[in-house]
């Protein structure tokens, strides 16, 4: 049976704790005749212990210091066991650390805890006088903790200490059934007045008081006397006083279970709990108001582990921290998806229904261990987020594009009726890391030719469609590349939902408005180009090309937006030149065939594909320049193109090659006078 520890904690100074810790340990060794130990903790490691039982010899201050760089599987580490100081009068045993001691600075939460279970071995109750800031080592201590009891005195400031003690553990996800306060009443009533008796009220309201210790001016000396106070005067009130403090503390259930929170982690039913108190908790959080709260997420947390405390009996911190973290992110976040948001080694999270969420890192797909509650939690995320941009979802519009507010992470959702089995979120992230053309070489997405002509292709303002399939990397390309537009240039961007990320002091971003059942008004991409060539834009970037706007692209490339840019999904260079004619088509143009194809060589100088691999890896597979029509059909030219040369262990291998066809923008790169190797063309 290993020992039990119980904490006496304050962060303020001058209320006693001390003096609690030492005659709280003298009563448990009278009345219970087991072997205690007094482990001095105090700010700054203080040796108060000592004094107040004036031992003045400091060859008997036994310091924990001592093994702290000591291997815990050596014999030596386990001689902590019989080391401490040994105090004849009161029979307790006293340990201390120091500010002063040596390796101190070495001190950390794992070697605390294997000293405070080695030394659990050696005594049947561990009290541990902590006076300092809650830190990491603190924190570890009260988690071996059965009892944390806190001692204040009834005066403004230490009742105020008090309460911000008492808030910081429940943030910290202590369990309150552990934690309780003792009044120190050596303070006489004359002084105290309606400031401390209202903070007490406050007090009383968050922990009602578990004991209070009288006063009596004697007992420092009577104590020192023979060590025998309690038993020597059993009537005297601060004998009574420790009686009950003994006794409460003895029978505290959190300290007789102190070792049950162990096992709660396997055994407990979280989705059940949670949803047990989900109107609760709602009621609770809906009193504090966000917008003029501004430390609402610490207030929440509080309210989160107030409401743990009074549904459930849970004693494991761990246990109780994820349950905090869940219910916080469930109710105010974005629920279990925000952990893999903050993770950068996803790129992708597919939530295809409440308890299935899948993700994508380095190109392959899996499963979490990560759910919602419900179907209607994960819709109530789904409506958080494209609310905070201006989106809607509901039953008349049940899916929408969308953007991730904090960094414009593309996001599409769709309900029912549409999907079957209830709300389907996808969300595309964007990388937190700055990706260049650099990122895109040694990530053996393109060679250094491609990178030198594609910059060229820019500065000389070419018009440049890219071409991929989903997820290829298109939107990425686009914002690398505007890194190479002048900073004298006037850039607008336009999009469904603004994702670009352009790294340029003059951008104007535009994106479109939905229609929905309380307001008709649709703004179109198409409505947006229209309106953005009265812009006097130098350069025009369109996000992607679905429908009718590729017409209106067409036609601003042409006239005078020279060195504009935009995307689109097709498989090759020649498909995607056929797609933007079909989708010039549908608008319903009067235009024939050939002026289509008239507009698109005019407009389109270079087309840049994109692809994904099986493995995950993007490679720009083919650049190609528009060189006319020939028998109605438009005409291209690869300059570069990637050569697969095969798989192995799940990789693609292949080489990035020059065709040997020099492009004509040649002429043009040397008109703008824009410096580049006419080597990099020949075949390689």
């Known amino acids: 049976m290993s020992g039990k520890i119980i904490s006496v904690y304050s962060s303020k100074g001058g209320v006693g704790k001390t003096v609690i810790a030492t005659f709280l340990s003298s009563a448990f060794r009278l009345y219970t005749e087991r072997k205690i130990l007094l482990v001095d903790f105090g700010y700054p490691f203080s040796n108060d212990i000592y004094k107040l039982l004036k031992i003045n010899n400091k060859q008997y201050y036994k310091r924990l210091s001592k093994y702290i760089n000591i291997d815990p599987d050596s ?47 050696a005594y ?78 406050e007090l009383i309201k968050l922990k009602s008081i578990f004991s209070k210790i009288s006063y009596n001016e004697s007992f420092y000396s009577k104590m020192n006397e023979d060590g025998k106070y309690f038993s020597n005067y059993p009537d005297d009130h601060f004998t009574k006083s420790f009686d009950a403090l003994f006794s409460k503390t003895y029978n505290h259930t959190a300290l007789i279970n102190s070792r049950d929170k162990e096992v709660e982690d396997d055994t407990f039913d979280i989705d059940k709990f949670k949803l047990s108190i989900t109107k609760e908790l709602q009621d609770a959080l809906d009193k504090i108001d966000e917008k003029i709260d501004e430390e609402f997420d610490k207030r929440a947390i509080i309210e989160i582990s107030r409401i743990i405390d009074e549904t459930s009996s849970i004693k494991s911190r761990k246990l109780r921290t994820r349950l905090v973290k869940e219910l916080f992110q469930e109710k105010l976040k974005l629920g279990p998806i925000e952990d893999l948001l903050d993770d950068p080694s996803i790129s992708e999270i597919m939530v295809n229904s409440f308890d299935k969420i899948y993700v994508e890192r380095k190109g392959i797909i899996e499963l979490t261990d990560k759910k919602f509650l419900s179907e209607s939690s994960l819709q109530k995320v789904i409506e958080t987020i494209v609310g905070k941009v201006n989106r809607k979802i509901d039953k008349k519009s049940p899916m929408v594009d969308a953007r991730l507010e904090k960094d414009g992470s593309r996001v599409n959702a769709v309900i029912k009726p549409i999907s079957v089995k209830g709300p389907v979120l996808t969300i595309r992230k964007f990388t937190k890391e700055y990706v260049n053309i650099q990122s895109l070489i040694k990530n053996n997405s393109m060679n250094l030719q491609i990178a030198d002509f594609l910059k060229a292709a820019v500065k000389a303002k070419l018009n440049i469609l890219i071409s991929g399939s989903t997820g290829s990397g298109k939107t990425t390309l686009l914002n690398i590349l505007s890194e190479y537009i002048s900073i004298e240039e006037r850039i607008v961007t336009i999009e469904d939902s603004a994702e670009l990320n352009l790294k340029h002091p003059h951008v104007v971003t535009l994106e479109t408005k939905p229609q929905t059942p309380d307001d008709k008004n649709e703004i179109t991409i198409r409505d947006i180009v229209k309106n953005a060539l009265r812009m006097r834009p130098d350069r025009i970037i369109v996000g992607e090309c679905r429908g009718g706007e590729a017409l209106d692209m067409l036609q601003a490339m042409g006239t005078g937006h020279s060195g504009s840019m935009t995307s689109i999904h097709a498989n090759s260079t020649r498909d995607a030149l056929s797609r933007i004619e079909t989708l010039v088509m549908f608008v319903g143009s009067e235009l024939s065939s050939k002026a289509i194809k008239d507009q698109i060589v005019a407009a389109i100088d270079i087309i840049v594909q994109i692809k994904r691999f099986k493995d995950g890896s993007r490679k720009i597979v083919q650049v190609s320049e528009v060189t006319g029509i020939e028998d109605d059909f438009i005409s291209t030219g690869d300059i570069f193109i990637y050569k697969q040369t095969g798989e192995k262990f799940d990789k693609t291998f292949g080489d990035f090659v020059a065709t040997g066809n020099p492009p004509k923008c040649w002429n043009i790169f040397r008109e703008k006078n824009i410096d580049i190797d006419k080597e990099i063309f020949w075949k390689s």
Do not use: C, W
């Open 75 to 121: 014999l030596l580490f386990k001689s902590i066991r019989s080391y401490a100081y040994f105090h004849d009068l009161t029979e307790i045993y006293i340990l201390s650390l120091s500010e002063s001691d040596e390796n101190i600075h070495l001190l950390t939460p794992s070697s605390i805890e294997y000293m405070l279970k080695q030394l659990q071995r």
């Open 124 to 201: 049947d109750y561990i009290i541990l006088d902590i006076g300092m800031l809650i830190n990491s080592i603190v924190e570890r201590i009260l988690d071996l903790s059965g009892i944390i009891l806190i001692p204040f005195i009834n005066d403004y400031l230490a009742i105020d200490k008090t309460i911000n003690d008492l808030l910081l553990l429940r943030s910290k996800n202590y369990p309150f059934q552990k934690i309780e306060v003792v009044e120190n009443m050596y303070q006489s009533n004359s002084s105290i007045n309606q400031y401390s008796s209202m903070k007490m009220k």
